[in-house]
């Protein structure tokens, strides 16, 4: 068990409708990332958020967005869906040190299906 | 643009045998480098890493070999078991950022 904590676990919906992903990180980390793996395919960064302030943008599209609440729990809200936006999404946290040995943990992931 | 690449989509080698999963990054600014293991319904796991400042790190059956010349990496397992089937994914790591490969499926055959 890595300690950090998504849900729900699986989600069907369909196409043009939104949703909300979350994510509880490893006590103490301060840091959360988002990845989303489609099928086939590697690990997607799309956003990091630390202590509550976005961090870092990777490939994130407009249609989706993030915060990191004061408690440090993250939520990530997609909308508008669409068919390919059917992923794996996963929640990672870290102690964001900035220490060479930094880690990413990760949760068990959001398997999202629009249809 | 993927800055780290697994160009391997699947490996397979017989148990008991050596497993080498390779990667290649193109960042020389890259300075620490990682290896998770994702079994299926999970989220992947940390397995073991190198700073850039070394070329070799062991760590029971695995070891992960870095060449910065080269800008690649490999992952040696020694010996093979059918419970190391799984995803493995390359990670590279700079200005708290990490890039991850699209992954390499290993199957360890009994």
């Known amino acids: 068990d890595s300690g950090v904590t998504q849900t729900p676990k699986h989600l069907i919906t369909a196409t043009g409708q939104r949703v909300t992903l979350r994510c509880s990180p490893r006590?103490?980390?301060?840091?959360v990332y988002w990845y989303q793996q489609s099928l086939d395919q590697g690990l997607q960064f799309l956003i990091q958020y630390y202590n509550g302030e976005e961090r870092a943008k990777g490939n994130i599209l407009e249609r989706f967005s993030a915060q990191q609440f004061p408690d440090l729990h993250s939520e990530l809200n997609l909308s508008s869906l669409e068919l390919g936006d059917s992923a794996l999404y996963f929640c990672a946290s870290s102690s964001f040190t900035g220490q060479e040995n930094e880690k990413l943990f990760f949760g068990s992931g959001t398997q999202l299906s629009v249809l | 643009d993927q800055q780290v690449k697994q160009n391997s989509p699947s490996l397979s080698v017989q148990e008991g045998r050596i497993s080498i999963l390779n990667c290649d990054y193109t960042?020389?600014?890259?300075?620490?480098f990682l290896w998770y293991k994702k079994y299926p319904a999970e989220g992947p796991t940390f397995l073991i890493s190198?700073?850039?400042?070394?070329d070799k790190n062991e760590d029971g059956r695995f070891t992960v070999f870095l060449n910065k010349s080269a800008k690649h990496l490999s992952l040696h397992i020694v010996p093979s078991q059918p419970g190391d089937s799984a995803v493995y994914f390359c990670?590279?790591?700079?200005?708290?950022?990490?890039?991850f490969g699209s992954g390499t499926k290993l199957n360890v055959k009994p």
């Open positions: 190198i700073s850039s400042i070394k």
């Open positions: 960042n020389s600014m890259f300075d620490y």
């Open positions: 990670a590279a790591y700079n200005f708290n950022k990490f890039y």
């Open positions: 006590s103490g980390d301060l840091s």
